[in-house]
């Protein structure tokens, strides 16, 4: 899935932890709590570790998180229990100072966030079923009930890390004193990179496709107006995977980024009201403003995506195949192409050229580039360009593209004037782990936190113990 990238893995090694308040002093792990089994050997109940704030980890929630790591074939080779423990103790202590700095995530974050989880183990382990045996839990519900309220700790966290480090900012001198500190042996060195260009051919949809939207999302508002819940008919018929399993809600302002045409009609509508059906480029939405608050709106929407003809599709082809070969015969530059010829609205204008959603430049490390571009361009000399490749989004939308590439950088030693961006980027990177580290500190030492006796041998690397 395209949507599963590294902080997802990572989230992964920390899946399914515990949620409960204690007040011991020092708790022990209780010992001689033991299951006998039918032979007479001794179990160790499951025991609380540590306490931060409001939130606990369990010596089982440190099992996992090894198992997790297995499953996602990482290496556990030198990782101790230690280790573990210390982030999922960094990890409650955000979320427990996002719940005092009144920091709020949403149900429909959350259910948004569980919806893409379950995809990937359902998509990974087979089934809804299999993905419950795996993570050995009593059935879905209370599968479902641990990842929400995992997943809402996540969120807390990644808010919370964000207002601490909204703030920080890196002066030119900074990053000058930054460079200069390494030794010549030192230098950090950059691999290597390219710029990667496309050009989108999207299939025209035939207008009895569309009308045959239009008239389903007029019958589900009329429905909905004689007393069906909008919620249902959202989970029901939506195709936008990221609001259905939350019945199409999203909270929005003026400055939130939704198309024009969503927003327009969002801002038009009072409070109960319905639209009819609206046109984006994404496809036709039902929008509902739920509830208004000031600037703020919470709305509903369903969304429904008009069904491309296999003689659409072939049309596309035939046109795509014709601007290649336009290109490959030198009538008309790749760049040139993309912009008059591409239907794809974020890199037209820039000559098809790709945009690295983690730097928002143009170059690919070709160690993060998606593996369904790398696949397809590695082999690519440059200025080449690939056959038609048909594509296939999350929603199901079929589009046809041409990829080439454009510009290849060999892995080098870093140089102050040529890579600045990243240089800066390393320096702010440096000075923003110095400032959490510093409120780490602060907040540990006022924050209620207590380690099991088997655990204050660690050597951790914040504080916990506060020696």
């Given at each position: 899935?395209?949507?599963?990238?590294?902080?997802?893995?990572?989230?992964?090694?920390?899946?399914?932890?515990?949620?409960?308040?204690?007040?011991?002093?020092?708790?022990?792990?209780?010992q001689d709590t033991v299951k006998h089994t039918p032979k007479g050997k001794r179990l160790k109940v499951d025991g609380v570790v540590a306490v931060v704030g409001d939130y606990v980890v369990l010596d089982s929630d440190i099992d996992l998180a090894?198992?997790?790591?297995?499953?996602?074939?990482?290496?556990?080779?030198?990782?101790?229990?230690?280790?573990?423990?210390?982030?999922?103790?960094?990890?409650?202590?955000?979320?427990?100072?996002?719940?005092?700095?009144?920091?709020?995530?949403?149900?429909?974050?959350?259910?948004?966030?569980?919806?893409?989880?379950?995809?990937?183990?359902?998509?990974?382990?087979?089934?809804?079923?299999?993905?419950?045996?795996?993570?050995?839990?009593?059935?879905?519900?209370?599968?479902?009930?641990?990842?929400?309220?995992?997943?809402?700790?996540?969120?807390?966290?990644?808010?919370?890390?964000?207002?601490?480090?909204?703030?920080?900012?890196?002066?030119?001198?900074?990053?000058?004193?930054?460079?200069?500190?390494?030794?010549?042996?030192?230098?950090?060195?950059?691999?290597?990179?390219?710029?990667?260009?496309?050009?989108?051919?999207?299939?025209?949809?035939?207008?009895?496709?569309?009308?045959?939207?239009?008239?389903?999302?007029?019958?589900?508002?009329?429905?909905?107006?004689?007393?069906?819940?909008?919620?249902?008919?959202?989970?029901?018929?939506?195709?936008?995977?990221?609001?259905?399993?939350?019945?199409?809600?999203?909270?929005?302002?003026?400055?939130?980024?939704?198309?024009?045409?969503?927003?327009?009609?969002?801002?038009?509508?009072?409070?109960?009201?319905?639209?009819?059906?609206?046109?984006?480029?994404?496809?036709?939405?039902?929008?509902?403003?739920?509830?208004?608050?000031?600037?703020?709106?919470?709305?509903?929407?369903?969304?429904?995506?008009?069904?491309?003809?296999?003689?659409?599709?072939?049309?596309?082809?035939?046109?795509?195949?014709?601007?290649?070969?336009?290109?490959?015969?030198?009538?008309?530059?790749?760049?040139?192409?993309?912009?008059?010829?591409?239907?794809?609205?974020?890199?037209?204008?820039?000559?098809?050229?790709?945009?690295?959603?983690?730097?928002?430049?143009?170059?690919?490390?070709?160690?993060?580039?998606?593996?369904?571009?790398?696949?397809?361009?590695?082999?690519?000399?440059?200025?080449?360009?690939?056959?038609?490749?048909?594509?296939?989004?999350?929603?199901?939308?079929?589009?046809?593209?041409?990829?080439?590439?454009?510009?290849?950088?060999?892995?080098?030693?870093?140089?102050?004037?040529?890579?600045?961006?990243?240089?800066?980027?390393?320096?702010?990177?440096?000075?923003?782990?110095?400032?959490?580290?510093?409120?780490?500190?602060?907040?540990?030492?006022?924050?209620?936190?207590?380690?099991?006796?088997?655990?204050?041998?660690?050597?951790?690397?914040?504080?916990?113990?506060?020696?």
């Amino acid at each position: 899935m395209k949507f599963i990238n590294n902080r997802i893995a990572v989230f992964l090694v920390f899946a399914f932890m515990g949620f409960s308040a204690a007040a011991q002093q020092i708790i022990p792990l209780v010992q001689d709590t033991v299951k006998h089994t039918p032979k007479g050997k001794r179990l160790k109940v499951d025991g609380v570790v540590a306490v931060v704030g409001d939130y606990v980890v369990l010596d089982s929630d440190i099992d996992l998180a090894f198992k997790e790591m297995q499953a996602q074939n990482m290496s556990i080779e030198g990782v101790s229990r230690c280790e573990i423990l210390g982030k999922l103790m960094e990890d409650k202590l955000y979320a427990h100072q996002a719940i005092q700095d009144s920091v709020i995530v949403t149900d429909a974050q959350v259910n948004e966030q569980v919806s893409r989880r379950v995809d990937y183990f359902v998509e990974q382990l087979g089934s809804k079923e299999k993905m419950v045996e795996y993570f050995k839990k009593k059935d879905y519900d209370s599968f479902q009930t641990e990842l929400f309220e995992m997943v809402k700790i996540q969120l807390l966290t990644d808010e919370m890390q964000k207002k601490v480090m909204d703030g920080v900012e890196i002066t030119p001198e900074e990053v000058r004193q930054f460079f200069a500190k390494f030794a010549k042996e030192d230098i950090p060195v950059f691999g290597a990179e390219m710029e990667v260009a496309q050009i989108v051919v999207k299939p025209d949809i035939p207008q009895e496709e569309k009308q045959k939207v239009i008239d389903k999302l007029k019958q589900i508002k009329k429905e909905v107006q004689e007393g069906s819940s909008f919620y249902s008919k959202a989970v029901l018929y939506s195709e936008d995977p990221g609001s259905v399993s939350s019945g199409g809600y999203y909270k929005m302002n003026r400055k939130t980024q939704f198309v024009k045409e969503f927003k327009d009609v969002a801002f038009s509508l009072e409070e109960g009201e319905i639209s009819e059906p609206v046109e984006t480029e994404f496809g036709y939405h039902l929008i509902y403003v739920e509830k208004v608050r000031g600037q703020e709106r919470d709305v509903r929407h369903i969304l429904m995506v008009p069904k491309v003809t296999p003689e659409s599709l072939a049309k596309a082809k035939e046109k795509i195949e014709k601007i290649r070969q336009k290109i490959t015969s030198g009538q008309i530059k790749f760049a040139d192409a993309a912009r008059s010829e591409s239907d794809d609205k974020e890199t037209r204008n820039s000559g098809g050229l790709l945009i690295n959603p983690q730097t928002l430049g143009t170059r690919f490390e070709l160690t993060k580039l998606d593996p369904s571009v790398y696949n397809e361009v590695s082999d690519l000399k440059d200025n080449q360009v690939t056959d038609p490749i048909l594509d296939t989004d999350r929603r199901g939308t079929k589009t046809y593209k041409l990829l080439s590439v454009t510009n290849r950088y060999d892995q080098h030693e870093a140089d102050y004037a040529k890579d600045y961006t990243k240089i800066k980027d390393l320096a702010l990177k440096e000075k923003q782990i110095r400032t959490i580290a510093k409120w780490s500190e602060e907040k540990i030492k006022a924050a209620y936190i207590k380690i099991s006796k088997d655990y204050q041998s660690c050597k951790f690397v914040n504080n916990w113990l506060k020696k």
